[in-house]
C-alpha cells in the first residue's frame, strides 16, 4: 500500500522523518485502503449520477430536489444507526450503509430511465446508504487515529480517497462515450455495484468494537450544547461549511457538461481536479500542523471567494475550469482542518468517547441542515444555468465560509 511507505519521502528535497506519535496504527491503514476502494465505485457511479438525472431531464431543479430529500433523511437515519453503533457495534452501521449502497445502484440498474419517476425514494435510499456508511466511517476514524496524528491520517485518507477517484471518472467517462444512448451509465452503475459489494467484504478485515457504555445519550446533547460553548461554536462552523458544499455537491459536474458538451471530457477534467485534490491532501499530511488550524481555515475561504469572483467576468470553459480548480485545492485544506478541530473538541467534552456517536451525529446534522439551506437559496434564485444570480451566490457562500475561523478556538493537543 502506497501510505506505507510515506515516511521515507521527501517534500521540496529534504527528508522528513515521522516522529513515533504521528504513525498510523494497522487498522488505521486498513480503514483508509477500504474507504478507498469504497471511493472508486462512489467516483464511478456518484460522480455521474446528478448528470444521469440532468441527461433525462435537462432540469436543474429535479437535481436540487433529490438533493433536498437525501440531506432531509440524513439526520433522521444517522440517528437510527446512532442507537445501533452504541447499543450493538459501529462496524454494523458501517456494513449496513455498504449494503444499501449495493441495494441502491442496483434498483438503478433495474429502473434505469425510471429514476425520475421514482426520484424521490431513490433519494431516501441513497440517504440512508449515506448516513448508515459515514456514520459507521466517521466514527470509525476517531477509533483508529489519535489527537497527535488525525490530521495526517486524515490527509493520508484523503490522499487514497481520491487517488482512487482519479481511475474512476476517467474509466466511467470513457465507458459512457463508447455506448450510444443512456447506456453507459447503466454499464458504469453496474461496475460500481460490484465495487461496493468488495467493500462490504473488505469491511471483515475490521475488528469490531462494543462500546462499553451502551446507553444513547442522544438526549444529553442539547445540554453539552449549552455546557461547552467551544462544541457549539464549532457545530456553527459545520452548518456554515455546509452552506458552500450543499451547491457545490451536483452543480460542478452539471456546469462543466454545459460547457464541454461530452460526458468523457467532463470525466477526465475530473481526473485533474481530483488530482489536485491529492496533492493539496499530500501537502497537508506533510507540512500540516495543527496550531496553524486557523490559518489553513482562512486561506480555504479566501481561495474559495477568489474562484467564485472569476465567474464574475464570463462563464466559459476556463473560468469554470479555474473555479473549481481553486475548489478542489482548498476544500480539503477546509475539511480536514476543520473535522481534525472537531475530534480534539469531542475528546475535551464532559463524557468524551462516551458521546461520540451521539456529537457526530448533530455534527452532521448541522452539516446537512447548511446544504438543504444552501440548495433552497440556489432553486430559489438561479433555476437554470443561465441565471446570472450564479455567481452571486457562490460568492455569498464563500464570503461566509470566512466564519469558520471566528468559530475556531486555542484547544490542548493531548495524546
Same mark, same amino acid.
Given at each position: 500500500?502506497?501510505?506505507?511507505?510515506?515516511?521515507?519521502?521527501?517534500?521540496?528535497?529534504?527528508?522528513?522523518?515521522?516522529?513515533?506519535?504521528?504513525?498510523?496504527?494497522?487498522?488505521?491503514?486498513?480503514?483508509?485502503?477500504?474507504?478507498?476502494?469504497?471511493?472508486?465505485?462512489?467516483?464511478?457511479?456518484?460522480?455521474?449520477?446528478?448528470?444521469?438525472?440532468?441527461?433525462?431531464?435537462?432540469?436543474?431543479?429535479?437535481?436540487?430536489?433529490?438533493?433536498?430529500?437525501?440531506?432531509?433523511?440524513?439526520?433522521?437515519?444517522?440517528?437510527?444507526?446512532?442507537?445501533?453503533?452504541?447499543?450493538?457495534?459501529?462496524?454494523?452501521?458501517?456494513?449496513?450503509?455498504?449494503?444499501?449502497?449495493?441495494?441502491?445502484?442496483?434498483?438503478?440498474?433495474?429502473?434505469?430511465?425510471?429514476?425520475?419517476?421514482?426520484?424521490?425514494?431513490?433519494?431516501?435510499?441513497?440517504?440512508?446508504?449515506?448516513?448508515?456508511?459515514?456514520?459507521?466511517?466517521?466514527?470509525?476514524?476517531?477509533?483508529?487515529?489519535?489527537?497527535?496524528?488525525?490530521?495526517?491520517?486524515?490527509?493520508?485518507?484523503?490522499?487514497?480517497?481520491?487517488?482512487?477517484? #482519479?481511475?474512476? *471518472?476517467?474509466?466511467?467517462?470513457?465507458?459512457?462515450?463508447?455506448?450510444?444512448? $443512456?447506456? %453507459? =451509465?447503466?454499464? /458504469? !452503475?453496474?461496475?460500481?455495484?460490484?465495487?461496493?459489494?468488495?467493500?462490504?467484504?473488505?469491511?471483515?478485515?475490521?475488528?469490531?468494537?462494543?462500546?462499553?457504555?451502551?446507553?444513547?445519550?442522544?438526549?444529553?446533547?442539547?445540554?453539552?450544547?449549552?455546557?461547552?460553548?467551544?462544541?457549539?461554536?464549532?457545530?456553527?462552523?459545520?452548518?456554515?461549511?455546509?452552506?458552500?458544499?450543499?451547491?457545490? #455537491?451536483?452543480? *460542478?459536474?452539471?456546469?462543466?457538461?454545459?460547457?464541454?458538451?461530452?460526458?468523457? $471530457?467532463? %470525466? =477526465?477534467?475530473? /481526473? !485533474?481536479?481530483?488530482?489536485?485534490?491529492?496533492?493539496?491532501?499530500?501537502?497537508?499530511?506533510?507540512?500540516?500542523?495543527?496550531?496553524?488550524?486557523?490559518?489553513?481555515?482562512?486561506?480555504?475561504?479566501?481561495?474559495?471567494?477568489?474562484?467564485?469572483?472569476?465567474?464574475?467576468?464570463?462563464?466559459?470553459?476556463?473560468?469554470?475550469?479555474?473555479?473549481?480548480?481553486?475548489?478542489?485545492?482548498?476544500?480539503?485544506?477546509?475539511?480536514?482542518?476543520?473535522?481534525?478541530?472537531?475530534?480534539?473538541?469531542?475528546?475535551?467534552?464532559?463524557?468524551?468517547?462516551?458521546?461520540?456517536?451521539?456529537?457526530?451525529?448533530?455534527?452532521?446534522?448541522?452539516?446537512?441542515?447548511?446544504?438543504?439551506?444552501?440548495?433552497?437559496?440556489?432553486?430559489?434564485?438561479?433555476?437554470?444555468?443561465?441565471?446570472?444570480?450564479?455567481?452571486?451566490?457562490?460568492?455569498?457562500?464563500?464570503?461566509?465560509?470566512?466564519?469558520?475561523?471566528?468559530?475556531?478556538?486555542?484547544?490542548?493537543?493531548?495524546?
Amino acid at each position: 500500500m502506497l501510505a506505507l511507505n510515506w515516511r521515507n519521502t521527501k517534500l521540496f528535497g529534504s527528508r522528513m522523518p515521522l516522529p513515533p506519535d504521528k504513525k498510523l496504527s494497522k487498522e488505521a491503514k486498513v480503514s483508509i485502503a477500504i474507504h478507498g476502494l469504497y471511493q472508486l465505485g462512489a467516483s464511478m457511479a456518484g460522480v455521474f449520477l446528478s448528470l444521469y438525472l440532468w441527461r433525462l431531464t435537462e432540469d436543474i431543479f429535479v437535481n436540487g430536489m433529490y438533493n433536498i430529500i437525501l440531506y432531509f433523511v440524513s439526520p433522521i437515519v444517522f440517528m437510527l444507526g446512532g442507537w445501533i453503533a452504541k447499543t450493538k457495534d459501529r462496524l454494523l452501521v458501517y456494513r449496513l450503509g455498504i449494503v444499501f449502497t449495493v441495494l441502491f445502484y442496483l434498483l438503478v440498474l433495474i429502473a434505469r430511465e425510471k429514476v425520475v419517476e421514482y426520484m424521490p425514494v431513490f433519494a431516501v435510499l441513497n440517504g440512508i446508504a449515506n448516513s448508515f456508511y459515514w456514520l459507521g466511517y466517521l466514527t470509525l476514524m476517531y477509533d483508529v487515529s489519535t489527537n497527535r496524528n488525525r490530521i495526517r491520517y486524515l490527509g493520508m485518507n484523503s490522499v487514497l480517497f481520491n487517488f482512487a477517484g #482519479l481511475a474512476g *471518472p476517467a474509466l466511467a467517462g470513457f465507458l459512457i462515450s463508447l455506448s450510444q444512448g $443512456l447506456n %453507459g =451509465y447503466v454499464v /458504469v !452503475f453496474g461496475i460500481a455495484f460490484v465495487m461496493f459489494f468488495l467493500t462490504a467484504l473488505g469491511s471483515f478485515r475490521l475488528k469490531s468494537k462494543s462500546s462499553l457504555h451502551r446507553k444513547y445519550y442522544l438526549h444529553l446533547v442539547p445540554k453539552i450544547m449549552k455546557r461547552d460553548k467551544r462544541w457549539l461554536k464549532s457545530l456553527c462552523g459545520w452548518l456554515v461549511i455546509g452552506l458552500l458544499q450543499g451547491t457545490m #455537491l451536483f452543480l *460542478p459536474n452539471i456546469l462543466l457538461y454545459n460547457e464541454l458538451k461530452q460526458e468523457s $471530457l467532463v %470525466g =477526465y477534467t475530473g /481526473v !485533474f481536479l481530483t488530482g489536485l485534490v491529492i496533492a493539496s491532501s499530500y501537502v497537508l499530511t506533510r507540512i500540516g500542523n495543527e496550531h496553524s488550524a486557523r490559518k489553513y481555515m482562512a486561506a480555504a475561504a479566501l481561495g474559495f471567494t477568489f474562484g467564485s469572483l472569476l465567474l464574475f467576468m464570463h462563464t466559459s470553459v476556463w473560468t469554470v475550469l479555474v473555479f473549481l480548480a481553486l475548489y478542489s485545492i482548498f476544500n480539503p485544506v477546509q475539511g480536514n482542518t476543520y473535522s481534525a478541530y472537531t475530534y480534539r473538541i469531542i475528546g475535551n467534552l464532559p463524557l468524551k468517547d462516551n458521546v461520540r456517536v451521539e456529537t457526530i451525529i448533530l455534527r452532521e446534522t448541522f452539516l446537512n441542515t447548511g446544504r438543504i439551506c444552501s440548495i433552497v437559496i440556489f432553486l430559489s434564485f438561479a433555476s437554470n444555468l443561465e441565471a446570472g444570480a450564479i455567481p452571486w451566490i457562490l460568492l455569498a457562500v464563500s464570503l461566509i465560509q470566512f466564519a469558520t475561523v471566528a468559530f475556531m478556538e486555542k484547544t490542548e493537543i493531548s495524546e
